[in-house]
């Protein structure tokens, strides 16, 4: 439980006590027994959790002296003068680099469409396949009911275009259900480490099955095509690059989202 | 009927007043009494512009009786004078280009008790043809190139990049002359003196180094590509440099040798050159100052990240005015005169530009002033205004006049705000006649504003990425800017369209220029390269 600022708030109002000084020196005095007794109690993963640390603290210390001896201080890591000296910025956007290169896309990350043969260079390069009787579910319809058992539910999250209309409810044979449909994506850039909330196009390849692609269900490792227009990409011949295609990551059925990965 | 009433030009761009302005009336409706009289209009107070009235006056009736809205104007009055004119209507800001019938707008109903407003102005008798291709993408810096920059006798192209060395180019034979290494940290700005001797350079290790470039590019003659060292080395500065202005040629009486430079540390310092000290510091912003302007009547302004523009004495150093316009970061201004001030000691004028002499060595069309005719050639522009641009999302127009004694520390100022983008405005820039300001901004497109009234010409949407800079070509007629997109495009004004889309950088372009002789334009950016456009 916190227990609030008393010792500041009282030091405030009051000053320090009298003997501080004295009972710090032996506190610190006492702090190498206090380790030596909680190492010495500790068991299993926390003991081993104690003891990493203190042998890190220890050739921390160890480093120290040595570098004491020879009248060395210690080291500093990189400095952010040197990180800073990487990506040269004109002097109109040094004061604005994380406001304005969040949603940096550059251009010299090209845009490499391998679309013949479907070869795919992509992040999940292998995806359970997904069988038929857990994609669909009979859907009895009619009267006679044993008879008439060949509608299709689609139980996985669909892409259904704009341009859809159903067909009559006697020669429809897939049912896409409304709740599982989705539009927008979570997209991750994989080396800027962004990601965007894009519309989808469409489903390029659902790695299971051509049915499926045709009805747009999307799952693990599906390759959606995403709306990036906004984004403001353009290609050296300068024009505006609009779909680009993402591999999906996650199970969208069961997160209720759909995360992907950008394929450049 | 109609009515015409014709008046002078603003010549020199202050006479915004009715009874200034030398009126050339004529009145169709008194035909009888004006058939003979003759117009005259004074241009620039020196080219007489003589009209016969009633060659346009019967065309004008001709036209009322045949029913056409209005007769053809301009291509009456661009058969008389020697000088290609813009034709203006006052009220709608509407550029005359065809006909008078097709400038007025079609919800504006004609009648015969409407007076017309038309204003006319001198244009460039040169044409600067615009860039089309790219004519050499010239590797050489390791880094993003952060500036360009064309000396002001168009001889020679700088720029300044992250991998710490300024590099020298002619753009004539598009090949590396010299690099001028020395600076610690990227270079961030390049200023050349008017007399295109000196080369300032100002970089993130809070120094300004000084180039003697005549020197250089003696000794490195005939040798190719030569490194060499700065001449003199001003430090001072805490913080890194944001801004570098040279002292206008006609105010140093042509000897060139101050420099005003502004640091993120918030304050502005004067350097003497030949001495290498610091004259003076002014330190009155509480923020970085991010653009600096040394006006052609030895003021200074300077614009700062905290919401203020402040105006200096540059001789004395006193603060003259703190303007409290904004309500964000001041990010750019721009002067009126900036492309004169530029320029210097050199013209391109008509004269030049249209003379089919070119210099055997290095195809100079630039000629020499003397410290004078370039003092003259300022006056001639009038009145300088002022153009801010800030992150709060406006451009506010500026003028600054000191009281009836002269004395500016009780100067009468007057604003105008210019709201439109929905971004930042990132940069703004005078076009060489001061007619037109141009601001680019991160709401990805460039707009276009009338550059005495502030008044919103047009808005250019062609970008997809925030746009960075845009620079006017030498006419006034072509605009350019660069991109985040990688691309630049090039606007023709007269049209109002995009005249040119120009791809070929691989990333975000930071810098563009085009040469003050209109031949070449330059860019660089993120993606190393210098590209070279004709």
């Not at chain 1, 005095?29 to 003891?51: D, M, N, V, W, Y």
């Not at chain 1, 859907?139 to 008879?147: H, I, L, M, P």
């Not at chain 1, 669909?158 to 209309?165: I, M, R």
């Not at chain 2, 350079?201 to 060499?228: A, K, N, Y």
Request: with cysteine; charged share 25%; glycine share 8%.
């Amino acid at each position: 439980m916190p227990q609030g600022d008393y010792i500041e708030e009282f030091r405030k109002r009051f000053g320090e006590r009298p003997d501080l000084s004295e009972r710090e020196r032996k506190r610190r005095a006492r702090e190498p027994h206090k380790i030596a007794a909680t190492s010495k109690e500790l068991r299993g993963l926390k003991a081993k959790i104690f003891q990493r640390e203190r042998f890190k603290d220890k050739v921390r210390l160890r480093k120290e002296e040595h570098l004491l001896k020879r009248g060395e201080t210690l080291k500093k890591g990189k400095t952010s003068e040197d990180e800073r000296l990487k990506n040269a910025l004109p002097a109109y956007l040094l004061d604005r680099e994380d406001a304005v290169r969040a949603k940096t896309l550059t251009n010299t990350i090209r845009q490499k469409r391998k679309e013949k043969g479907g070869k795919w260079d992509v992040p999940l390069p292998k995806v359970r396949p997904i069988p038929d009787d857990e994609v669909f579910r009979v859907v009895r319809t009619g009267k006679k009911s044993k008879q008439k058992e060949w509608k299709r539910m689609v139980t996985k999250v669909t892409f259904v275009g704009d341009g859809f209309t159903r067909r009559p409810p006697k020669y429809e044979r897939f049912i896409r259900p409304m709740a599982l449909r989705m539009r927008r994506a979570n997209v991750t850039h994989p080396e800027l480490k962004v990601t965007f909330s894009l519309d989808i196009l469409g489903v390029k390849k659902n790695p299971s099955s051509s049915l499926y692609t045709q009805l747009g269900v999307i799952t693990r490792g599906t390759i959606i095509e995403v709306n990036v227009s906004e984004l403001g990409l353009v290609t050296t011949s300068g024009r505006v690059v609009w779909g680009k295609y993402a591999q999906v990551t996650n199970d969208p059925e069961r997160d209720g989202t759909i995360n992907a990965v950008m394929l450049i | 009927m109609m009515t015409i009433t014709m008046l002078r030009g603003p010549s020199n761009g202050q006479q915004r007043s009715k009874s200034a302005w030398k009126r050339c009336a004529m009145h169709t409706g008194e035909s009888q009494r004006t058939r003979a009289k003759r117009l005259n209009a004074t241009l620039n107070g020196q080219s007489r512009l003589e009209l016969l009235a009633s060659d346009l006056e019967s065309k004008a009736v001709a036209a009322a009786a045949t029913g056409d809205k209005a007769p053809d104007v301009t291509a009456v009055l661009r058969g008389l004078a020697a000088l290609p004119f813009a034709f203006v209507l006052m009220e709608s800001g509407h550029e005359i280009r065809q006909t008078l019938g097709d400038a007025i707008p079609d919800d504006q109903p004609m009648n015969a008790e409407r007076l017309l407003h038309i204003q006319f102005f001198p244009q460039a008798s040169f044409l600067i043809r615009s860039i089309s291709r790219c004519s050499a993408t010239v590797p050489g810096h390791t880094d993003a190139v952060l500036c360009l920059s064309f000396s002001p006798d168009a001889r020679w192209l700088a720029s300044g990049s992250g991998d710490r060395t300024v590099r020298l180019w002619d753009p004539d034979t598009q090949l590396p002359r010299v690099t001028l290494a020395g600076h610690q940290g990227w270079v961030l700005i390049l200023a050349w003196s008017p007399d295109a001797r000196w080369l300032a350079s100002g970089s993130m290790d809070h120094t300004i180094r000084i180039w003697d470039v005549e020197s250089e590019l003696h000794s490195s003659h005939g040798q190719g590509i030569g490194c060499s060292e700065a001449r003199s080395v001003l430090t001072g500065h805490r913080r890194w440099i944001t801004a570098l202005c040279w002292e206008p040629y006609h105010c140093s009486d042509g000897r060139c040798e101050r420099l005003a430079s502004a640091s993120k540390d918030g304050t502005i310092r004067l350097w003497n050159i030949r001495t290498g000290r610091c004259e003076r510091s002014l330190s009155g912003h509480r923020a970085g100052v991010t653009a600096l302007r040394w006006s052609g009547r030895g003021i200074l302004y300077s614009a700062s990240q905290d919401c203020t523009i402040q105006a200096w004495d540059a001789q004395t150093g006193a603060c003259l005015q703190v303007l409290q316009i904004h309500g964000h970061w001041v990010n750019t201004m721009a002067l009126s005169s900036d492309y004169l001030l530029r320029c210097g000691a050199f013209t391109v004028d008509d004269e030049t530009m249209n003379s089919s002499k070119v210099d055997g060595r290095h195809g100079i069309r630039a000629r020499r002033l003397s410290v004078a005719e370039a003092a003259d050639r300022l006056a001639r522009l009038g009145a300088e205004r002022l153009c801010a641009g800030s992150d709060d999302h406006t451009l506010s127009l500026i003028t600054l006049e000191p009281d009836e004694h002269g004395d500016w520390s009780q100067a009468r100022w007057r604003t105008t705000r210019l709201t439109g983008h929905q971004q930042l405005v990132n940069h703004v820039s005078f076009s060489p006649d001061g007619r037109w300001i141009a601001s680019a901004s991160f709401d990805k497109s460039v707009r276009l504003w009338n550059g005495f009234s502030g008044k919103h010409v047009t808005t250019f949407r062609q970008h997809v990425q925030a746009v960075y800079m845009c620079c006017w070509s030498a006419d006034a007629r072509l605009l350019a800017s660069a991109s985040k997109d990688s691309t630049v495009k090039v606007y023709d004004i007269r049209q109002g369209g995009l005249k040119r889309d120009l791809p070929g950088h691989a990333d975000e372009v930071y810098a563009i220029d085009w040469s003050v002789d209109g031949r070449v334009a330059a860019t660089g950016g993120k993606d190393c390269r210098l590209k070279l456009w004709r």
